[in-house]
């Protein structure tokens, strides 16, 4: 593998055509509202206005409206209904324009991408190009970004490079969670639900006044399965794919008139399982399921559990002086994780009586493991809060994070399927930066921003293996000490062009720190990524229609690149290795749309179209090890591909969503039903491309109808998620033999909620 020094592309004309054609065609696609209107609103109804959407994701409170930056939100019902069945917080995959999220280790260690952008890389010390932010604070490591969604008054999806606020591993885009707070007033909710497989679902919050300047909130969720699946064979975990994953969140604010404190403390308890590898369900030279499949059925010959614990702590203060205010958030996390799967997804091997399902060349069943991670963060903020036309931000932030990452082996075919190999990793991380930004209102329709960071990164890196899985020697220590440096910055320009539509262009980049990859149990070498950098440009509308019954957004876009880090796997090695391209460019549009109809009726419809190419000609990864079709041409190396000219992986082009929500009296109470549709396009599961390891679109629903009572008080519901029950591959292993991991399957229960 190596890089090209083809000189950098640039975007055609042909393209800034097109999309000034689209963005032209979104802004004039409303100009006169007055005949959908009428159409919109039938006679004697008089459909409710939109509540007005406000962000954070610029670090104050705006209307969404005025913030130049392709940005969602998610919140309220949605929330409830998008993980009502105990979902993780995969849920979120396709529920905005341009956003996928996976994963190969089930409930924990989740992977985003925003715009095609994201990893693929399955090591526990992995970066991601899509920060996510909880509660303020930046959560780093893969397994800290799983923590579960509850008593959430909002999520940001903000698309597009971060580099300015947010500072590193943010050239994709942010998601923001943002925790309900403690108030004043007692009151809370709780929520019961139970589904198949004996699914029981609990959530609930308490909020406490304690005093005049002090209140709690107390808030839980308890997510439980039985098992779904069976294994006949006579070995190996016997039943699979039940959980319990607990989580819990206490909040202490305490206010005064030029003085506020909140102090969070929260913890993860998961016991369940790894995701299923399954062996050979793959057609050979399709990507449709073998004949047969059964969902239930998984014989294994090994070994899979997995357990989580991780707990945090962080303070937020914020002093409110004259002119300025000053922020404070000290955060500490910490985490352990153990995660065991047989990952050649059947049980015996060529080389055995028997063996199955299909052709299974040779045994993989590993294990990888966090027996420390720590993570402390400090950001120090000071920023105006005057209402003159010029508002400025400018802070500092301390990263540090210490993790120590385990991989296994074991001898699947001795008795107890004992460890035979061992290695071990620890990386040592240190950053710093410093950012400023600046709003500046030339009139009060024309508003200018810009910003800019510097930041510092430093990681001490060493791997070595002890035990050798394949009885030879050991593994001498291997070390990498990367450094870098960087400035990022934005520029962005709003514009009202009347009270009801607002325009804005953006220019801003963005970037990712060097990445390590040092699975030394299978191979001598570690790999380091340099550093990536991103340059995106972005134009949209933001338009609220009909009398504020409808709102309107869409973007188009454009960005590259430089020095893009890849995750390429091994052929027949259970290994990855990183790898840098020289380039990659993507561009589309982002559409959003909701609408209240009627009084009885509401609807949103959301898009997005992304165009992503790998922009290297020169750069070779090692395909399958399993016999796929592999349509790349051959590369300089025996047994390698070019990749050149393919779209990232798993970044499908089309993304939609769809859901429609009803609701009329009943009683003393409303009778609802809401449904949502979400749409995802095919796309690679790896950097090259294979017939087998293409992912099919995939399209989903859900539904739920309840009947709310006594002023909202009580609410009883009806779920399903996945409701055509739609079974297919969605990732793979590719290493040994045609090993596929499904979408999941079609759930269903009932809810209680009770608020108070």
Not at 125 to 136: F, H, M, R, T
Not at 145 to 170: A, C, H, M, W
Not at 349 to 354: E, G, I, L, R
Not at 441 to 452: H, M, N, P, Q, S
Request: aromatic fraction near 12%; hydrophobic fraction near 35%.
């Amino acid at each position: 593998m190596r890089k090209s020094t083809s000189p950098q592309r640039f975007i055609p004309s042909s393209t800034l055509s097109a999309l000034s054609l689209i963005a032209l065609a979104v802004a004039t696609a409303f100009p006169v509202q007055s005949a959908f209107a009428q159409a919109a609103k039938p006679a004697g109804d008089e459909a409710g206005q939109l509540d007005t959407v406000i962000v954070t994701g610029q670090r104050r409170s705006e209307n969404l409206k005025d913030v130049p930056l392709s940005i969602s939100a998610i919140k309220g019902e949605a929330l409830d209904t998008y993980n009502a069945s105990g979902q993780d917080i995969r849920f979120m995959a396709s529920r905005v324009p341009s956003l996928n999220v996976e994963s190969d280790f089930g409930r924990v260690f989740p992977r985003f991408y925003i715009r095609g952008l994201g990893n693929t890389d399955f090591d526990l010390n992995a970066s991601q190009p899509v920060g996510l932010i909880y509660d303020d604070v930046v959560q780093e490591n893969p397994i800290l970004k799983g923590y579960p969604v509850f008593d959430v008054d909002q999520i940001e999806v903000l698309r597009g490079p971060q580099g300015t606020l947010f500072g590193r591993n943010s050239p994709a885009g942010v998601i923001k969670f943002d925790s309900a707070k403690p108030t004043n007033e007692f009151g809370g909710y709780a929520n019961l639900g139970y589904g198949n497989y004996n699914a029981i679902n609990l959530e609930g919050a308490v909020n406490v006044p304690l005093s005049k300047e002090w209140a709690m909130r107390f808030s839980g969720q308890s997510q439980n399965r039985d098992n779904r699946v069976h294994n006949p064979q006579p070995t190996g975990t016997k039943d699979l794919e039940g959980y319990h994953d607990n989580a819990a969140r206490l909040q202490l604010q305490y206010t005064t008139k030029d003085f506020s404190a909140l102090f969070n403390v929260h913890g993860r308890d998961l016991s369940g399982n790894a995701t299923l590898f399954r062996a050979n369900i793959i057609k050979k030279g399709t990507n449709d399921l073998v004949d047969g499949f059964r969902y239930d059925n998984y014989p294994t010959d090994g070994i899979n559990t997995q357990t989580l614990t991780s707990t945090g702590v962080n303070a937020r203060l914020r002093w409110d002086l004259d002119g300025m205010t000053l922020y404070s958030i000290t955060a500490y996390d910490k985490a352990k994780l153990y995660s065991r799967a047989d990952v050649d997804g059947g049980y015996g091997a060529s080389f055995m009586p028997t063996m199955g399902p299909g052709f299974i060349p040779f045994n993989a069943e590993t294990a990888d493991g966090v027996p420390d991670l720590k993570q402390i963060t400090q950001e120090l903020r000071l920023q105006s809060n005057t209402k003159d036309p010029l508002q400025w931000i400018s802070g500092l932030y301390l990263f540090k994070e210490d993790i120590q990452v385990d991989s296994f082996n074991f001898d699947t075919f001795a008795p107890g399927n004992p460890q035979n190999g061992y290695a071990v990793q620890h990386q040592h991380a240190k950053s710093w930066a410093a950012f400023g930004s600046i709003n500046y209102a030339v009139t009060d329709a024309f508003k200018l921003r810009g910003g800019v960071r510097y930041t510092n990164d430093k990681k001490d890196f060493d791997a070595i293996r002890t035990i050798n899985p394949f009885g030879g020697p050991a593994h001498t220590l291997r070390t990498a000490h990367p450094e870098s440096t960087n400035v990022s910055w934005d520029i962005g320009a709003n514009y009202t062009v009347d009270k009801a539509t607002s325009v804005y262009a953006r220019v801003a980049t963005g970037y990712r720190a060097p990445s390590i990859q040092g699975r030394v149990l299978f191979g001598d070498d570690i790999s380091v990524a340099n550093s990536e950098k991103a340059l995106s440009f972005e134009a949209g509308v933001k338009q609220d229609l009909f009398n504020n019954t409808a709102r309107l957004s869409a973007t188009v876009f454009h960005y590259d690149v430089k020095d893009l880090q890849l995750t390429a796997g091994s052929g027949s090695v259970n290994q990855n290795r990183l790898v840098n391209a020289d380039k990659a460019t993507g561009q589309g549009v982002e559409v959003e749309f909701q609408v209240n109809l009627n009084r009885n009726f509401k609807a949103s419809v959301g898009g997005s179209y992304n165009d992503t190419e790998i922009k290297d000609a020169k750069l070779f990864v090692s395909p399958c090890g399993g016999g796929c079709t592999v349509t790349n041409p051959a590369g300089p190396v025996a047994g390698t591909v070019l990749i050149g000219g393919n779209p990232l992986p798993r970044a499908p082009k089309w993304v939609s969503n769809f859901s429609l929500r009803y609701n009329a009296a009943l009683g003393d109470g409303e009778i609802y039903a809401y449904t949502d549709w979400s749409y995802k396009d095919k796309y690679n599961m790896f950097l090259y491309e294979a017939k087998e390891y293409t992912a099919k679109s995939l399209f989903e629903g859900g539904l739920r109808v309840g009947y709310k009572w006594a002023d909202g008080k009580y609410e009883v519901a009806a779920y399903g998620r996945n409701i055509t029950d739609k079974q297919q591959v969605i990732a793979a292993i590719d290493f040994n033999n045609l090993t596929g991991i499904l979408n999941e399957p079609r759930a269903y229960g009932v809810q209680f909620k009770l608020n108070f």
